[in-house]
């Protein structure tokens, strides 16, 4: 049975590139592999056991800041999307007035429907 004590280091292949290589039979048990890419690697016999494996806080925070990029640009798209047909059917607008008067509308826009998206993103984001 393998076992590892709090006192035991763990060897730090953090963020190491094995891409492409052959580690048959290698032995990364108790290793911290976070980060490490084994793209196309032959991993044939290599062992794993109790290895830490996931990402690293930089590819996570990373990973956070592309998600609320994306989650402002859909929560102004969804107001676009929205706001503009409405605006042009109920109000009965020509579309050469509707696009300069959206272009001033979303300069005053409230960040409220936004920041709703982006903290719903992020709730399902935390939950996946």
């Known amino acids: 049975m393998l076992t590892h004590s709090s006192k035991q280091q763990r060897r730090n292949l953090r963020g190491r590139s094995f891409k492409n290589q052959d580690v ?16 196309g690697a032959n991993l044939t016999g290599a062992k794993f056991n109790y290895a830490l494996a996931g ?13 609320a990029i994306l989650s402002i640009i859909a929560g102004i798209a969804a107001t676009i999307a929205v706001d503009t047909p409405i605006d042009f059917v109920f109000e009965g607008e020509k579309l050469e007035e509707l696009v300069g008067e959206v272009i001033e509308e979303l300069k005053g826009k409230k960040i409220i429907p936004n920041l709703a998206t982006f903290l719903f993103n992020v709730a399902i984001f935390m939950f996946l």
């Open 24 to 39: 048959t039979g290698q032995d990364y048990c108790f290793a911290d592999i976070r980060g490490a890419d084994f793209t």
């Open 55 to 67: 990402l690293t806080k930089s590819q996570i925070i990373r990973l956070f800041i592309v998600a």
